[in-house]
């Protein structure tokens, strides 16, 4: 069974750019939450879904978002980027409360 | 509000010998699950080991085993036998109440010495 998949590992972009992360979750699994790690903040967590509905939230600005589409992939977008969200960005999948969650690779954005 | 706290920033341990890293929670939920993460310096968050709250018998996963004292709400990760692939940072995670998100510690990162 292929583990969860996320895309690109890397990137680089510029202070006011957009940029779009995508992650696969493991076949069967629906709920997928995203998280930001960084040094000084350690791992927060963004937001998560489950069959296409954001359920939950974390404490991040508007310029986060994300969706999820039919086959629970989802995407995380971060409009206007700032210096600060250069982070490790972590996407997990589980099949449901009080599961394991099953980690990707992660994504590290770098905003220069 | 529910809290992780890892006292412990920083750890070593010789190779093949036993080491135990601390964690303490804070919840007024009676049914809940715990779980330890592990973070090599690959990146990748793997699921060490979990507890439900529910059960009297703590954990255990080959080397790994936990000491989960509800009352105190503490929950320690013993290893055993420590082996060099063992140095990571560990996370103690706690799922967010009502939801299927984890609040995790701010770990601790463990050398295993050859």
């Known amino acids: 069974k292929a583990g969860v998949t996320q895309t690109p590992r890397y990137l680089i972009k510029t202070r006011g750019q957009q940029v779009t992360l995508s992650c696969s979750p493991i076949s069967g699994h629906r709920s997928v939450s995203w998280y930001q790690q960084t040094p000084g903040q350690g791992l927060q967590f963004l937001f998560e879904y489950f069959s296409e509905t954001q359920r939950n939230k974390g404490n991040f600005p508007g310029r986060f978002s994300g969706r999820q589409f039919s086959n629970s992939r989802s995407e995380m977008n971060v409009s206007t980027l700032e210096l600060g969200d250069s982070a490790l960005y972590l996407c997990?999948?589980?099949?449901?409360?009080?599961?394991?969650?099953?980690f990707g690779q992660g994504t590290r954005l770098t905003v220069v | 509000a529910q809290t992780v706290t890892q006292s412990q920033p920083e750890m070593s341990v010789q190779e093949a010998e036993t080491v135990t890293l601390s964690c303490t929670y804070d919840?007024?939920?009676?049914?809940?699950?715990l779980f330890w993460y592990k973070q090599p310096p690959s990146r990748q968050m793997i699921l060490v080991i979990r507890q439900e709250a529910y059960k009297q018998q703590n954990a255990t996963e080959n080397r790994f085993s936990v000491n989960f004292q509800k009352a105190a709400k503490s929950f320690s990760l013993k290893i055993s036998d420590s082996q060099l692939g063992d140095t990571a940072m560990y996370f103690c995670a706690f799922p967010i109440r009502g939801a299927n998100n984890l609040f995790f510690g701010t770990g601790t990162r463990l050398t295993v010495i050859p």
């Open positions: 919840t007024s939920e009676s049914n809940y699950y």
């Open positions: 997990a999948s589980s099949l449901g409360q009080g599961r394991e969650a099953f």
